[in-house]
């Protein structure tokens, strides 16, 4: 069964210094959604793509972060500097287009970022 | 902005019993609501209700939406331990707005 694949599953970094996740979504998805999850609460939208468009990063904090899918397939999440409140799940979906008339996301299975 | 809450944030039962998990929202256009099961890992996808589909049901889980009131509810009866999980509401179409999540404990 195809799945999102994320690496790493785990990262711990220092603060201040730069890190970045790898997403490849469903082959044949053309919308890649990235958000972020802290514990005890709901996954949040940081970035969502559609190929290899923005089409919505309201979210995103863009002095620390930045997304990109280059080839409108995997995609790479970068965080410079890593600050201690960025501690998080970091959690990587993608669908269908919506106009085929599903809106279910598939996630894959995280990366979890411990910044000390 | 979109907002979802669900009701309870936690809840803990002995299996055989029956839960039900709730969810309410405000959205500006609504046009579907997920429920994800979430163990220790990703999000999986359970049910997905919209204005032509307000009854879904699975084995012992169901779910049904009010888009009058603006609420869901999930339903799962005879639970297993295996049904212990976080359960998320979301709503939205492209980008989906997560509700804090349900704890749910089952013990044997």
């Known amino acids: 069964e195809a799945e999102v694949a994320q690496s790493p599953r785990y990262k711990i970094t220092e603060k201040s210094q730069a890190v970045a996740f790898w997403c490849d979504p469903i082959s044949g998805h053309a919308t890649l959604y990235w958000y972020r999850q802290i514990l005890g609460q709901g996954p949040e939208l940081l970035v969502q793509?559609?190929?290899?468009?923005?089409?919505?990063d309201s979210q995103l904090p863009k002095d620390r972060f930045s997304a990109e899918r280059l080839k409108g397939v995997d995609s790479t999440l970068k965080i410079q500097p890593a600050e201690l409140g960025d501690s998080a799940m970091y959690l990587c979906?993608?669908?269908?287009?919506?106009?085929?008339?599903?809106?279910?996301?598939?996630f894959g299975p995280g990366t979890r970022l411990t910044v000390l | 902005e979109d907002k979802v809450v669900q009701s309870p944030l936690s809840l803990v039962v002995h299996e055989g019993d029956t839960v039900t998990l709730n969810c309410s929202y405000e959205v500006t256009n609504f046009r579907s609501l997920l429920w994800y099961k979430q163990e220790k890992k990703a999000p999986t996808f359970l049910f997905m209700l919209?204005?032509?589909?307000i009854e879904k049901k699975s084995g012992r889980l169901s779910s049904i939406l009010d888009k009058k009131e603006l609420f869901s509810i999930l339903n799962i009866t005879a639970t297993q331990t295996g049904d212990s999980a976080i359960y998320l509401c979301?709503?939205?179409?492209?980008?989906?707005?997560f509700g804090q999540g349900t704890i749910l404990t089952v013990h044997p």
């Open positions: 979906a993608s669908s269908i287009p919506r106009d085929r008339g599903t809106n279910e996301q598939f």
């Open positions: 793509f559609q190929d290899e468009s923005v089409v919505d």
């Open positions: 919209t204005s032509s589909g």
């Open positions: 979301a709503v939205g179409y492209g980008k989906l707005t």
